[in-house]
T-cell receptor
Framework: TQLLEQSPQFLSIQEGENLTVYCNSSSVFSSLQWYRQEPGEGPVLLVTVVTGGEVKKLKRLTFQFGDARKDSSLHITAAQPGDTGLYLCAGASEETSGSRLTFGEGTQLTVNP | EAGVAQSPRYKIIEKRQSVAFWCNPISGHATLYWYQQILGQGPKLLIQFQNNGVVDDSQLPKDRFSAERLKGVDSTLKIQPAKLEDSAVYLC?????????????FGPGTRLTVL
């Protein structure tokens, strides 16, 4: 069974601060995705990283895939209240019949104005 | 482009009752997923369909859960009988195809409360 551990589980910060969320596993994934989920809605894809060591930037968000494709991080610079939400990492494993996503438990981020 | 539609949005039932959820994926998406998301946890895959065939149902509690996608479009997920621990948000997602790192598009979910 593939497991993804996210840390921290909860994070409450002030507007303008920086933060990093971590996603770790003992398993290798073919790709890793980060989603953000707001209350009453389904998760929305932010980014997919595929290559070990890959870094992707999305405005103030920076995503990194570990060299061994077992871990990933999400860094937010100058957080804003609009960044509040549940951040989920999900690892994809290619199996015989299709692609399965294994989700982490999520990091609940609250950015206070 | 219309997103993934789910209904109902909320459902409250008593234990041992039956309940059914409906999902209409994005038009043209061959792959459909049902996830269970318990409060404070990430989504857990219950079942994956490719068109109208089941690709993965290894985590579906088959003694009480069932799902179908008869015409390869809409899908229903049923719980019979429900237990207290089934209280969760049931998310439906779809993707263009099953293989590769395809983006999964999620519906808003159905929040189930079992009393």
């Amino acid at each position: 069974t593939q497991l993804l551990e996210q840390s921290p589980q909860f994070l409450s910060i002030q507007e303008g601060e920086n933060l990093t969320v971590y996603c770790n596993s003992s398993s290798v994934f073919s790709s890793l995705q980060w989603y953000r989920q707001e209350p009453g809605e389904g998760p929305v894809l932010l980014v997919t990283v595929v290559t070990g060591g890959e870094v992707k930037k999305l405005k103030r968000l920076t995503f990194q895939f570990g060299d061994a494709r077992k871990d990933s991080s999400l860094h937010i610079t100058a957080a804003q209240p609009g960044d509040t939400g549940l951040y989920l990492c999900a690892g994809a494993s290619e199996e015989t019949s299709g692609s399965r996503l294994t989700f982490g438990e999520g990091t609940q981020l609250t950015v206070n104005p | 482009e219309a997103g993934v539609a789910q209904s109902p949005r909320y459902k409250i039932i008593e234990k041992r009752q039956s309940v059914a959820f409906w999902c209409n994926p994005i038009s043209g998406h061959a792959t459909l997923y049902w996830y269970q998301q318990i409060l404070g946890q990430g989504p857990k895959l219950l079942i994956q369909f490719q068109n109208n065939g089941v690709v993965d149902d290894s985590q579906l509690p088959k003694d009480r859960f069932s799902a179908e996608r008869l015409k390869g479009v809409d899908s229903t997920l049923k719980i019979q009988p429900a237990k207290l621990e089934d209280s969760a948000v049931y998310l439906c997602a779809s993707s263009l195809r099953g293989r590769g790192y395809n983006e999964q598009f999620f519906g808003p979910g159905t929040r189930l409360t079992v009393l």
